[in-house]
């Protein structure tokens, strides 16, 4: 069996995201974007792109690459492609960012921003999915977990030919007429793509096996697994297949989008009974750092949901659906990155500077390269201050607001410095930090040994 | 030729494989049930077969190298054969006692 190795450029990724994650922090901290600014304002648009693609994305690309193959059991089909992917990505992020700083004013409105941004991100997302998707196309048949990871492979192609076609729109390059309309009234359909199919699909099914394997819980395959599954890829496809010819015909997505809706709460329905399954039935009584965190996020999903279905209700979506995706990015998204982030950190950590020692003498633990009474204290406060954001959003408290992202900014920089002791070994009692065959490992890349 | 020399030898590799832990669960293959049979040919050839706790795990070609490692550290070892196996797919139940007792596993647990 062809071995699987690790991910050369997963901590570029993982630093490149984080570097992300504090700027849109940093905007949260200086009121810039919603909730100073109204909702479709390009500068809440730079904020909700730097966290969707600079954050998550990057994140999620930079997981992927190490763990599809840990899902099929396949190595990655390039090793070589994901560092060109990154530069593109974050180079059309910059040329998105500088696109609506023009629609800000800020910057001459004839430069081509926008069609700029949108060929290097088509390239840099198209990269990711020609890497992803060879690996995946080489391992048929597809594991479960795998499926999931496919349809948000989908998602993502999907929710990039929208926003392609929004930069060709805000460029000038199309007055197509249909364009428009999909520009006008086509944008939650490409939230709901970027954010639901690529973002938490992937979530979901990734979940599904790193919970399985971090606590000694039973790989499910079952029938909830799979109703989980194909009621997730059939509300997708209501919503972005019906959503998108709805939008670009003039009559607008919001009958697809609540039956998407529907149909999702019954997946996220058979998701919520699994996991709850995979947490009764671990074997592994005492569950470390990221698994509890993990818990508290998908918590804050089904807190999300429930917000959204009393804003439905109380047809008040409009006013407040900005709270709901604050804390669907930040409690559910963020929050699962951030506990993950923690173990995946210190495992590939591990591996390349202990896997060589391992036979010639004793070696640390990946435990051992953490502190987790120590970490934990970060993660709470970080958790805290998405529910006082979201309830100071809903409370419509804007300075409130601000207080509490300067709060969750300083979790972060707690929880990224502990991410950086792990890799620098500096919580490894010294004695046993370098035992004969060991290497320290480099910040931003991995050395990756041949299978 | 009496067992005993072989019997002797199996357990000093054992004991060295000891020194080889699923980084993961932090703690050594043997406990952890992962090494399913060791066997020592009367040239010194030894035979290690072992599984992963979870089949695509990239910690797989550190962990056999580290069992061929350790195993080939024993005297009278002229060379290890790690053979990688996932049939029978490892549980938590091929643990030994101590292993359970640490990770809190009960052995009447589903």
């Known amino acids: ?451 | 030729m009496s067992p005993e020399p072989a019997e002797d030898t199996i357990a000093q590799i054992k004991t060295a494989l000891r020194f080889v832990i699923d980084p993961e669960l932090g703690y050594n293959i043997v406990d952890l049930g992962l090494v399913y049979d060791v066997t020592v040919e009367p040239d010194g050839i030894a035979h290690v077969d072992m599984t992963t706790t979870t089949r695509g795990c990239p910690a797989t070609n550190y962990l056999r190298e580290g069992a061929e490692e350790a195993a080939g550290s024993v005297q009278g070892i002229a060379s290890v054969d790690v053979n990688l196996t996932y049939e029978p797919p490892w549980t938590p139940h091929m643990m030994s006692p101590e292993a359970k007792e640490h990770f809190g596993i009960v052995d009447d647990d589903p």
Not at chain 1, 75 to 96: N, R, V, Y
Not at chain 1, 133 to 159: D, E, M, N, Q, Y
Not at chain 1, 234 to 250: D, E, W
Request: net charge positive; glycine share 10%; with cysteine.
């Open chain 1, 1 to 451: 069996m062809p071995g699987v190795t690790l991910s050369r450029w997963t901590m570029s990724y993982f630093a490149a995201a984080l570097i992300f994650l504090l700027i849109a922090e940093l905007l949260m901290v200086a009121g810039y974007g919603y909730p100073a600014t109204a909702i479709a304002a390009p500068e809440t648009l730079i904020l909700v792109h730097v966290t969707a693609i600079g954050w998550l994305s990057l994140l999620l690309c930079g997981a992927l690459y190490q763990f599809v193959p840990v899902l099929i059991a396949h190595p990655i089909h390039s090793q070589t492609l994901p560092l060109p992917a990154l530069a593109f990505l974050i180079a059309g992020l910059g040329a998105l960012i500088a696109g609506f700083l023009q629609l800000a004013g800020f910057i001459a409105p004839h430069a081509l921003c926008f069609p700029v941004a949108g060929f290097l991100l088509s390239i840099g997302f198209a990269l990711v999915l020609w890497n992803l998707g060879k690996t995946l196309w080489a391992a048929r048949p597809l594991t479960l977990p795998a499926r999931f990871v496919t349809v948000g492979l989908l998602s993502i192609a999907a929710t990039v030919l929208i926003g392609v076609i929004f930069t060709l729109v805000l460029g000038g390059l199309t007055e197509h007429g249909h364009f428009i309309n999909l520009l006008q009234s086509g944008v939650p359909v490409h939230a709901v793509a970027g954010l639901v199919g690529w973002l938490t699909f992937i979530a979901m099914g990734v979940s599904y096996r790193l919970l399985a394997m971090f606590m000694l819980a039973p790989e499910l395959d079952g029938p909830t697994t799979r109703s989980a599954l194909y009621l997730g890829a059939a509300a997708l496809g209501v919503a972005i297949l019906g959503g998108v010819p709805a939008s670009m015909a003039g009559i607008g997505p919001t009958i697809p989008l609540l039956m998407g809706f529907a149909i999702g709460l019954l997946a996220l329905g058979f998701y919520a009974r699994d996991i709850l399954y995979l947490y009764r039935t671990r074997r592994r009584r005492k569950i470390e750092l990221n698994s509890r965190m993990a818990a508290i996020a998908v918590g804050n999903l089904a807190a999300a949901i429930v917000l959204l279905i009393a804003l439905l209700i109380s047809d008040n979506v409009d006013r407040y659906i900005g709270a709901v995706v604050f804390l669907f990015a930040f409690g559910w998204l963020s929050g699962l990155g951030l506990a993950k982030l923690y173990k995946i950190t210190a495992f590939l950590t591990w591996l390349e500077c202990y896997g060589p020692a391992l036979g010639k003498g004793p070696t640390p633990r990946v435990q051992d390269l953490v502190t987790e009474p120590r970490a934990i204290k970060w993660f709470w406060l970080y958790f805290a201050t998405v529910w006082c954001g979201t309830i100071f959003l809903i409370a419509e408290i804007p300075l409130g607001f601000r207080i509490t992202s300067a709060i969750m900014l300083i979790a972060t920089i707690a929880i990224i410095n502990e991410l950086l002791r792990a890799r620098r070994l500096l919580d490894v009692k010294a004695e046993i930090r370098m035992p004969k065959g060991a290497s320290s490992a480099h910040l931003l890349y991995a050395q990756v040994k041949k299978a």
